[in-house]
Each structure stands twice: as C-alpha cells, then as structure tokens.
C-alpha cells in the first residue's frame, strides 16, 4: 500500500513538473538578444543577462527570455576578461527579436566593417519594439543608421570622438543613459546595470523594474534612477 502511495505522488511530481516545463516554453514566446563574440566587455553582457534573467522568472515577466546571440556560427564566446558563456543563436539564424542589445569591445572596427553583422542590425530593428546599446556598443547603432536625428551617448569619454564620426546623431555628454523612441544607449560597464533596469521599466513599469533592483541590491551600490 505504501509502495502505490509513493508511486501516485512521483506520478503526481511528474505530471506537476511536465506542466512547468510545458508552462515555461509556451510562457517564453518574446526574446532579449544580447550580442555576444570573442572580446566582448563582460559586463556588457552579463548585467542584462541577469537583469532579464531574474524578471524572467516572474510571472508578469514570465514571456520573455534573455538569449545570447553570436556574431559568429559558434558554441561559446569568450569575454576581454575570459568569461566563456554560451551562444544560443547567431546573427546568421536571423532570430527574431523583441528588443536587442548591443554590446561593446576595446576592438569596435572588425564589428562596425562587419556587413553582415550591420544588415542583422538594420533587420532587426524593423520587429523589435527595443534597441539598446552598452558602452561602445552604440557605434554599430549608428554606423545601421538607426541613431541618425536622434539623441544617443557612448562610453564615458568618448562622446566627442562618436560625435565626429557620427555627425548626424545627437550625442549627449556626462549622461549615464539616453533614451529617445525606441533606443536606449548607455556609457556601458557597471551602468549596464542602470540600463538594463531602464529597459525593464520601460518594457513593464517602474515598480516591476524595482521590484528586480531590489533582488539584485541595487541600491546597496547605486542610487542613480531608471
């Protein structure tokens, strides 16, 4: 009797645990790329990994998921400091997208003289509702033409430099982020933080994107708004 009773419940864990796996594929219909390749500023990638990975697991958040997408046709990246992270998909894929972010390197030209990689760029932007940038990240949003007429910023420092090589966007100085229409930019490095937070605001709302700030401590380090 004891030995039927113990296999209803493992049926019963069984059925419980389909249901959650079938729930959590059928939930996470709507993608977060994070464009990732070798030489890629970690933090860069790894802040809205976690930003998005944690509301993910929230229910009103609970339709979108964080994937990484490669440059490249490869398994892994690894990052300027030697994170190796794994590679969902990759630009030659085409997945389609509901917001991507771009990400930066200390070696920006192989990216911006990528055609392939700008085509994905301007394709992308065409379906997603959001189009984010960390650091350096914002010259391939600009060298797509998607930034021109409209107000951007770049990594801290080099607002001048993006200016002259991109006069026909508006760059903000001495701004950690920038937000106008659907773009988001960001001096990139620990403010990844800040932005992806800004995005989840502006994906869900205020409270939601603080209640993921909370999980993650946010204001232990930081007070800066988003």
Known sequence: MIKGKFKALS???????????????????????????????????????EVFGVASRLTWFS????????????????????????????IGDAPELDALILTSSYKMEPLIENSD????????????????????????????????????????GGEGDFQKDYPAVKVLTDQNLVVDDKFVTSNGSLVSYQAALKLLNLMSSESKAQEVANALQYSRFSHQPF
């Open 63 to 90: 339709d979108y998921e964080a994937i990484t997408v490669s440059v490249k046709d490869q398994q892994n990246i690894t990052t300027e400091e030697g994170l190796k992270i794994g590679v969902d998909t990759w």
């Open 11 to 49: 049926l019963s864990l069984f059925t419980l645990l389909m249901t959650l796996m079938m729930f959590n594929a059928e939930a996470a219909d709507k993608r977060i790329g994070i464009l990732v390749y070798d030489g890629v500023l970690t933090s860069d990638v790894t802040a809205p990994l």
């Open 117 to 156: 990689l700008i085509g994905f760029i301007k394709s992308a932007s065409q379906k997603a509702d959001w189009m984010a940038s960390n650091c350096s990240g914002a010259y391939l949003l600009a060298e797509a033409g998607l930034l021109d007429g409209k107000k951007a910023t770049t990594w801290a």
